[in-house]
């Protein structure tokens, strides 16, 4: 059974920084993408960064390229989102997702498996 579960998310004040860790279990070797989601209150949810566990290859919402960075951990069942340079704006619940196929993507209806999401609020 597979089972994503994100930590890291907490309050933070504008400019600050955080990292997020999503691990996963019960993933098969057909399931190497795992990206990012994250929805803000009142809005729909959306895709932030998506990784290859096993080639590195990632794909980033062009509103935080430069300031969040997807990458993997040394096993490949963990991934991690370094926000930095943090907004008001990039509060949100955070999800982590699982695609069910192995090309990058930022669409949510390639994800087949969700994590319960970790709350990132902004705010002085």
């Known amino acids: 059974q597979v089972q994503l579960v994100e930590s890291g998310g907490g309050l933070v004040q504008p400019g600050g920084s955080l990292r997020l860790s999503c691990v996963a279990s019960?993933?098969?070797?057909?399931?190497?993408?795992i990206a990012w989601f994250r929805r803000a209150p009142g809005k729909e949810r959306e895709a932030v960064s998506c990784i290859n566990v096993d080639d590195d290859g990632t794909l980033t919402l062009a509103s935080v390229k430069g300031r969040f960075t997807i990458s993997r951990g040394p096993a490949k069942n963990t991934v991690y989102l370094q926000m930095n340079s943090l907004k008001p704006e990039d509060t949100a619940v955070y999800y982590c997702?699982?695609?069910?196929?192995?090309?990058?993507?930022?669409?949510?209806?390639?994800?087949?498996?969700w994590g319960q999401g970790t709350q990132v609020t902004v705010s002085s």
């Open positions: 019960g993933i098969t070797s057909n399931s190497n993408i």
């Open positions: 997702a699982l695609a069910g196929h192995t090309m990058l993507s930022l669409r949510e209806s390639d994800y087949d498996y």
